[in-house]
């Protein structure tokens, strides 16, 4: 083990496991968000010596903090852009439950708890984790990016709105407007969703999946028109609401690196 972060502990953040595979260094951590400790992970160039811009990475809905996705796309952010990278897990999922929840669970739970409601949690959770990892000198406060599909989308709108200009980019898709007929009816908040994007002034990266059953084309289409960014880009894919073409990946990551290298 390396002292990456030694004497670098403020109150709000409690360290947990660190290791080091193929020159990344990855920590797990607890931070103090408004809906309790909010369980993340870090991930970092192991030769760090500087604050580094940071990524977000938000999970789907069937996902959480050590997806596969997230920990491929965590780690080619440290190693190929030199950026630091930080996921959490979302409401009802990851660490933040004792057991896993099916989707209909998932679903019942947030529309419980009010699908106004978990956004903003969502939006604080994320301001206190980036606020927490910039304070003890690892990212830069107002170099950020997000990424996040589906349901990382969804609670990705809420937190560009709210942190406004400290995100130089951010990548969105595989959700829209309207939900299909699979979806908790309790999940559809239109009006919310529209609002958050029309206050998204970063440039924006939109992915949209062109056969998707769970949130249909033409409302991923309406969401993107809604979003205030002055440069945003379109990209669609042939395929279903799960289907990730390669080449899509390798265009998000693209995006953010080349809107967080420091000359950007």
């Known amino acids: 083990m390396i002292g990456w972060l030694d004497g670098l502990v403020p109150a709000a953040v409690e360290w947990l496991d660190h290791r080091v595979i193929d020159g990344v260094a990855e920590r797990s951590f607890r931070v103090v968000g408004t809906s309790g400790a909010v369980p993340g992970a870090l991930w970092l160039p192991s030769c760090w010596s500087m604050p580094r811009p940071l990524v977000l990475l938000g999970h789907g809905g069937s996902g959480h903090k050590r997806s596969r996705r997230i920990v491929e796309l965590a780690r080619w952010f440290a190693t190929y852009a030199g950026l630091a990278a930080v996921a959490i897990d979302g409401p009802y999922r990851g ?29 604080e959770d994320w301001r206190a984790t980036a606020d927490a990892i910039t304070a003890v000198g690892l990212a830069v406060p107002d170099r950020l990016a997000y990424v996040g599909m589906s349901m990382g989308t969804r609670f990705g709108l809420s937190v560009a709105a709210a942190m406004g200009d400290r995100f130089r980019c951010l990548v969105f898709g595989k959700f829209g407007l309207q939900q299909g007929a699979a979806m908790h009816e309790g999940m559809a908040a239109p009006e919310r969703v529209a609002g958050d994007a029309r206050r998204i002034t970063a440039p924006v990266l939109f992915h949209v999946q062109w056969h998707d059953e769970i949130f249909p084309r033409h409302g991923q289409l309406a969401l993107f028109d809604l979003l205030g960014s002055t440069d945003k880009q379109l990209a669609g894919y042939v395929g279903a609401h799960a289907k990730t073409d390669p080449g899509a990946i390798a265009l998000w990551r693209d995006f953010v690196a080349r809107h967080l290298a420091p000359t950007s």
């Open 95 to 123: 660490d933040r439950v004792s057991a896993p929840l099916s989707a209909t669970q998932y679903q019942a739970r947030i529309a419980e708890t009010g699908i106004e409601v978990v956004p903003d949690r969502m939006a």
